[in-house]
C-alpha cells in the first residue's frame, strides 16, 4: 500500500511539474489543432470512393485512429525529457540517495508520461463529440460507440510509446539526438509491419491484431469486409489522408463501429502488458543518475570530458563575439588575445569569417571518425554516381547524415549557458545568428558539395540552383527551431519525418532537396527559408527583450 501511494505522489508530482511548464500547452494545443484538423478535412479516412457517414461510430473510428497515429509519433518527442529534466534539475541526484529502486523510478516515469499522452487523447475525444454535433450528418450521439475506439486503441498504443520514451532516456546510446532519429523508423516499421501482417493474413483471419501496434491495421480490414459486403466491385484499400481528398468520396456507407472480437481486445490488453515490460527493461539501463555508469554497457563514461571540451569551445565562441581570441591548447591552457577594433570593411569581414569559421568547429566537435568517413563517402558517391541516381538518392541519405549536428544550431547558448557572454557584445544577435546560419550552409556543403560539382560539370544549373536552396533552407529550418525552442529533438523529429514524406518519396512541395525536376519547388523553400531565419532573429530579440 505505501509503494502504491508513493508511486501516485511520484506520477501526481512529476505531472503537476508538467502542467505548470509552457511545453504542456504546446501539447494540449496540437491536439486541439488535430480535432480541428478532422473538421475541416484536413485528416480524413476513405475506401476508395466511399466515406463513412459522419455518425459516433465514424467519427469515433477515424478519431481512434488520428490519436494511434500522430500521438504514438509526436507524443513520443512530447514526453521524452523527464529522465532528462531531473537530470538538469538535480532532482535526480536527490532521489539517487532515497531507497527508490530504479524499476520503481522508471514506472512512475513512464505513468507519468501516459498521464500527459491520455490528457491530449481526451481533448480528442471531446472534439470528437463536438464535430458529431456541429456536423449534424447525424446528430444521434452514441456516447460508447465513438469513445471506445477512442480510448481501447488510443490508451494502449502510448502507453507503449510511453514507455519507449522512458527506455530511450534510461538508455545511453538513444537518449540523444541518435534515439530522437530511430524512434522515427521504428514507428514507421511498427505501423507497417500491422498492416503487411494484416494483408497476408487473408479473410477471416484475426491474428493480425496482435502485431497490429496501433490498431490501424484492424479498423481498416473491418472497414474492407463492410464496404466489400455492400459493393462486390469494391477494388479494396483504404487510405488515410493528411489534405484535402482528392477527388472527394462520392459514395456514403453507414459504419456501425469497429467489432471488438476477443483476439482484438486480446491484442490491446497484451500492448500493456508490453508496456509494463519495456518500462521494467527500461531499470536495467538506468544509471541511477550515477555519471560513472552513464555510457553503454556500464563503463566509465567520457561524457563530462567530451562537455567540457564543447563547454570550452563554446567559450571561445562567445569570446570571439567580443573581440577576443581564446585559444584552447592540448592541455586545456587558455590563453587571451585581443583583436584590434577594426571598424574597416575589410577588418569586419575577417572577424565574421572567423566567426563562421568557430561556429563550424563547434557543430563538427566531438564526432568519431566514422562520421567523417561516411560524410567523405556520401560525398565521393554523389559525385561518382549517376546524376539521376546522385539527385534522387545519394543526396536524400548525405543530407540525413548530419541531422544531428544541425539539430545543434540556436540551442548551445541555451545548453552551455553561454547566452549571456555571446549576446552582451554590440551588435551580437545577428552578427551570431547569421555566423551559425553560415556555417550549417557550409556544413550542407560540406556532406552534399558532391552533387553541385555534378551538376556543375552536366551543366544543369536549373538543378543546382534547387540544390543550393535545400543547401540554405535546411539550415534556416534548424535555426529557426532551435532559436523558438532551445532543444535539438523538435528539429530532429520534424526534420526526419520531413525527409521520410518529402525528398524519400518525391512528393512535390514538400521535396526541399529537389530530388526530382517533376517534385522541384525552390522558390518555394528559398522564400520560406528567408522567413525561418527572420523568425530565429526576431524570436532572439523579444527573448532577450523580456530576458
Not at 510509446?161 to 532516456?169: D, I, N, P, Q, R
Not at 566537435?365 to 559525385?383: E, K, M, N, P, V
Not at 550552409?441 to 552536366?458: F, N, S
Given at each position: 500500500?505505501n509503494r502504491?501511494?508513493?508511486?501516485y505522489?511520484m506520477v501526481?508530482?512529476?505531472f503537476l511539474e508538467r502542467?505548470r511548464?509552457?511545453?504542456?500547452l504546446l501539447t494540449l494545443g496540437?491536439?486541439v489543432?488535430?480535432?480541428?484538423?478532422?473538421?475541416?478535412?484536413?485528416?480524413s479516412?476513405?475506401?476508395s470512393?466511399y466515406?463513412?457517414?459522419n455518425?459516433?461510430?465514424?467519427?469515433?473510428?477515424?478519431?481512434?485512429?488520428v490519436?494511434?497515429?500522430f500521438?504514438?509519433?509526436?507524443?513520443?518527442y512530447?514526453v521524452?525529457n523527464s529522465i532528462?529534466?531531473d537530470r538538469?534539475?538535480?532532482v535526480?541526484?536527490?532521489?539517487?540517495?532515497?531507497?527508490?529502486?530504479?524499476?520503481?523510478?522508471?514506472l512512475?516515469?513512464a505513468?507519468?508520461?501516459?498521464?500527459?499522452?491520455?490528457a491530449?487523447l481526451?481533448l480528442?475525444?471531446v472534439a470528437?463529440i463536438?464535430?458529431?454535433?456541429?456536423?449534424?450528418?447525424?446528430?444521434h450521439?452514441d456516447l460508447?460507440?465513438?469513445?471506445?475506439?477512442?480510448?481501447?486503441l488510443g490508451?494502449t498504443?502510448?502507453?507503449v510509446?510511453?514507455?519507449?520514451?522512458?527506455?530511450?532516456?534510461?538508455?545511453p546510446?538513444?537518449?540523444?539526438?541518435?534515439?530522437?532519429?530511430?524512434y522515427f523508423?521504428l514507428?514507421?516499421t511498427?505501423?507497417?509491419?500491422g498492416?503487411?501482417?494484416m494483408?497476408h493474413?487473408?479473410p477471416g483471419?484475426?491474428?493480425?491484431?496482435?502485431?497490429?501496434?496501433?490498431?490501424?491495421?484492424?479498423?481498416?480490414?473491418?472497414?474492407?469486409d463492410?464496404v466489400r459486403?455492400?459493393?462486390p466491385?469494391y477494388?479494396?484499400g483504404v487510405?488515410f489522408t493528411i489534405?484535402a481528398?482528392n477527388p472527394t468520396?462520392?459514395?456514403?456507407?453507414l459504419?456501425?463501429g469497429?467489432?471488438?472480437?476477443?483476439?482484438?481486445l486480446l491484442?490491446r490488453?497484451?500492448?500493456l502488458?508490453?508496456?509494463?515490460?519495456?518500462a521494467?527493461?527500461a531499470?536495467?539501463?538506468f544509471d541511477?543518475f550515477?555519471?560513472?555508469r552513464?555510457s553503454?554497457?556500464?563503463?566509465?563514461?567520457?561524457?563530462?570530458?567530451k562537455?567540457?571540451?564543447?563547454s570550452?569551445l563554446?567559450?571561445?565562441?562567445?569570446a570571439?563575439?567580443?573581440?577576443?581570441d581564446?585559444?584552447?591548447?592540448?592541455?586545456a591552457?587558455v590563453?587571451f588575445?585581443?583583436?584590434a577594433?577594426?571598424?574597416?570593411?575589410?577588418g569586419?569581414?575577417t572577424?565574421?569569417?572567423?566567426l563562421?569559421?568557430?561556429?563550424l568547429r563547434l557543430?563538427?566537435?566531438?564526432h568519431?571518425?566514422?562520421?567523417?568517413?561516411?560524410?567523405?563517402?556520401?560525398f565521393?558517391a554523389c559525385?561518382?554516381?549517376?546524376?539521376?541516381a546522385?539527385?534522387s538518392?545519394v543526396?536524400?541519405?548525405?543530407?540525413l547524415?548530419?541531422?544531428?549536428v544541425w539539430?545543434?544550431?540556436?540551442?548551445?547558448e541555451?545548453?552551455?549557458?553561454?547566452?549571456?557572454?555571446i549576446?552582451?557584445?554590440?551588435?551580437?544577435v545577428?552578427?551570431?545568428?547569421l555566423?551559425?546560419?553560415?556555417?550549417?550552409?557550409?556544413?550542407a556543403?560540406?556532406?552534399?558539395?558532391?552533387?553541385?560539382?555534378?551538376?556543375?560539370?552536366?551543366r544543369?544549373f536549373?538543378?543546382?540552383t534547387a540544390w543550393?536552396t535545400?543547401?540554405?533552407?535546411?539550415?534556416?529550418?534548424?535555426l529557426?527551431?532551435?532559436v523558438?525552442?532551445?532543444?535539438?529533438?523538435?528539429f530532429?523529429?520534424l526534420?526526419?519525418?520531413w525527409w521520410?514524406?518529402?525528398?524519400?518519396?518525391h512528393?512535390?512541395k514538400?521535396d526541399?532537396?529537389?530530388?526530382?525536376?517533376?517534385?522541384?519547388?525552390p522558390a518555394q523553400?528559398?522564400?520560406?527559408?528567408?522567413v525561418?531565419?527572420?523568425?530565429?532573429?526576431?524570436?532572439?530579440r523579444v527573448?532577450l527583450?523580456?530576458a
Amino acid at each position: 500500500m505505501n509503494r502504491s501511494r508513493a508511486l501516485y505522489h511520484m506520477v501526481r508530482a512529476d505531472f503537476l511539474e508538467r502542467v505548470r511548464r509552457y511545453s504542456f500547452l504546446l501539447t494540449l494545443g496540437f491536439s486541439v489543432y488535430l480535432g480541428y484538423a478532422v473538421f475541416a478535412g484536413q485528416i480524413s479516412l476513405r475506401a476508395s470512393n466511399y466515406r463513412g457517414i459522419n455518425n459516433s461510430a465514424w467519427l469515433g473510428t477515424v478519431m481512434g485512429l488520428v490519436a494511434t497515429m500522430f500521438l504514438t509519433l509526436t507524443g513520443f518527442y512530447f514526453v521524452k525529457n523527464s529522465i532528462q529534466r531531473d537530470r538538469q534539475t538535480r532532482v535526480g541526484q536527490i532521489l539517487a540517495s532515497t531507497p527508490i529502486s530504479k524499476g520503481f523510478y522508471t514506472l512512475s516515469k513512464a505513468l507519468s508520461n501516459f498521464v500527459v499522452l491520455a490528457a491530449m487523447l481526451l481533448l480528442l475525444a471531446v472534439a470528437a463529440i463536438a464535430i458529431q454535433l456541429v456536423n449534424r450528418e447525424d446528430a444521434h450521439v452514441d456516447l460508447f460507440t465513438l469513445l471506445a475506439p477512442i480510448l481501447i486503441l488510443g490508451l494502449t498504443s502510448v502507453a507503449v510509446t510511453a514507455s519507449l520514451a522512458v527506455l530511450f532516456e534510461s538508455t545511453p546510446i538513444l537518449r540523444g539526438g541518435v534515439g530522437n532519429v530511430l524512434y522515427f523508423f521504428l514507428w514507421t516499421t511498427l505501423i507497417s509491419v500491422g498492416v503487411a501482417t494484416m494483408v497476408h493474413s487473408g479473410p477471416g483471419n484475426t491474428t493480425h491484431a496482435f502485431s497490429d501496434f496501433t490498431g490501424m491495421a484492424s479498423a481498416m480490414g473491418q472497414m474492407q469486409d463492410e464496404v466489400r459486403r455492400i459493393d462486390p466491385h469494391y477494388p479494396g484499400g483504404v487510405s488515410f489522408t493528411i489534405g484535402a481528398l482528392n477527388p472527394t468520396p462520392t459514395k456514403t456507407f453507414l459504419w456501425t463501429g469497429i467489432q471488438w472480437n476477443p483476439a482484438l481486445l486480446l491484442s490491446r490488453v497484451m500492448m500493456l502488458g508490453v508496456a509494463l515490460l519495456l518500462a521494467s527493461v527500461a531499470a536495467l539501463f538506468f544509471d541511477r543518475f550515477d555519471p560513472a555508469r552513464g555510457s553503454w554497457l556500464g563503463a566509465k563514461t567520457q561524457m563530462p570530458a567530451k562537455k567540457s571540451k564543447r563547454s570550452e569551445l563554446a567559450l571561445a565562441d562567445a569570446a570571439a563575439q567580443n573581440g577576443v581570441d581564446l585559444l584552447l591548447t592540448p592541455k586545456a591552457a587558455v590563453h587571451f588575445t585581443t583583436f584590434a577594433r577594426s571598424e574597416s570593411k575589410a577588418g569586419v569581414q575577417t572577424r565574421f569569417f572567423a566567426l563562421v569559421i568557430a561556429e563550424l568547429r563547434l557543430l563538427l566537435r566531438g564526432h568519431s571518425w566514422w562520421w567523417y568517413l561516411g560524410a567523405a563517402g556520401l560525398f565521393i558517391a554523389c559525385l561518382a554516381s549517376p546524376l539521376g541516381a546522385a539527385r534522387s538518392g545519394v543526396i536524400v541519405v548525405a543530407w540525413l547524415w548530419p541531422v544531428l549536428v544541425w539539430s545543434q544550431m540556436g540551442t548551445r547558448e541555451t545548453e552551455f549557458s553561454t547566452g549571456s557572454l555571446i549576446f552582451s557584445a554590440p551588435h551580437a544577435v545577428p552578427r551570431q545568428l547569421l555566423a551559425t546560419f553560415a556555417a550549417g550552409v557550409l556544413l550542407a556543403a560540406l556532406t552534399g558539395g558532391g552533387l553541385a560539382l555534378h551538376l556543375i560539370i552536366a551543366r544543369d544549373f536549373i538543378g543546382l540552383t534547387a540544390w543550393a536552396t535545400g543547401a540554405i533552407f535546411i539550415p534556416a529550418l534548424a535555426l529557426a527551431l532551435g532559436v523558438a525552442s532551445g532543444t535539438r529533438k523538435f528539429f530532429e523529429a520534424l526534420y526526419t519525418a520531413w525527409w521520410y514524406i518529402g525528398p524519400l518519396h518525391h512528393i512535390r512541395k514538400l521535396d526541399f532537396m529537389a530530388t526530382t525536376p517533376e517534385s522541384s519547388t525552390p522558390a518555394q523553400f528559398l522564400i520560406a527559408a528567408t522567413v525561418l531565419v527572420v523568425v530565429a532573429y526576431s524570436w532572439r530579440r523579444v527573448r532577450l527583450a523580456y530576458a
